[in-house]
């Protein structure tokens, strides 16, 4: 690799930002180009994120100024809805460019690829995402969701029902009830009973209804969900586990455990953790717990995978 390809980040603040900031500044094959933020803009990007060696400074781009910048790839980190005129000035002025979209604005859009590599390989459809320019990073609590219930899925006999619960980073910046964190001392806060968007777009992913509930949980990060799954034909717990073991064999980033993995266990680290496999007396249904970083996993490290895919790099690089 002769030169690395070069990176601009639209959305640097929050935290997923951060962590962007971090794997692309660590990354052997890529450079941070630049980092859009208009609060920070003028500030060292160094001064929020230590990882970064290339001297960055924060700048506050027009959607304009950001799609005309020498860069092989851009990556929108922005809420939903945000990011629009940036997509419109890089169709305009650089339409064959590499960009990967955080938000969910995408994720229903056909002329997008979905990016969750090993839900695309188990439905028989990884190459997609090789060359792509355009990707939808999924959501993440539809991640760990999907991952839990996918290798199933011909053995449901109905909807699988799945509860969720994050970390408060996954609620941004924007101060609300979800990330106030004197509110949720000592608390646990369901919201958005039905229809949750990664409810939605797990279904629509997975081509199979699911039922999802979320929570929110006073730890800063980290995911976990536990999903209920209806059964065809009874099986033991044993036979649950290797249907797992045998559809993640080969993703570095997915370990399969007998034990029930914790949100703790799921902080930090750059893949999911599936386990608990556990099988009702009567064979009617199963449980599986998935657990993961929303930030990682749910965000960034996923967002690295798909630039690599994208970019003609291996898909793990940067990550592990």
Known sequence: MSEPYLVGLVGARGHTGRELIRLISQHPGFMLAYAVSREYAGRRVSEIAPEDTDECIFEALAPEEAAKRRVDAIVLALPDGAGAPYLAAIDRYAPGKVVVDLSADYRFDERWEYGLPELRRL?????????ATRIANPGCYATALQLAVAPMLERLSGPPSVFGVSGYSGAGT????????????????????????????????????????????????????TAHLPLKAPMSAAELKAVYADAYRSEPLIAVEDDIPELKDGAGVPGVIVGGFAVAADGGHAAVVAAEDNLLKGAAVQAIQNLNLALGLPEFLGVK
Do not use: C, Q, W
């Open 174 to 225: 924007s101060p609300s009830p979800r990330n106030d964190v004197e509110r949720l001392k000592d608390n646990l806060m369901p919201y958005k009973l039905v229809g949750h968007n990664h409810e939605r777009e797990a279904a629509r992913h997975l081509r199979h209804p699911v039922r999802f509930t979320p929570a929110v949980h006073p730890a800063f990060r980290g995911i976990v969900v």
């Open 123 to 131: 439905m028989g459809e990884g190459g997609r995402l090789k060359g």
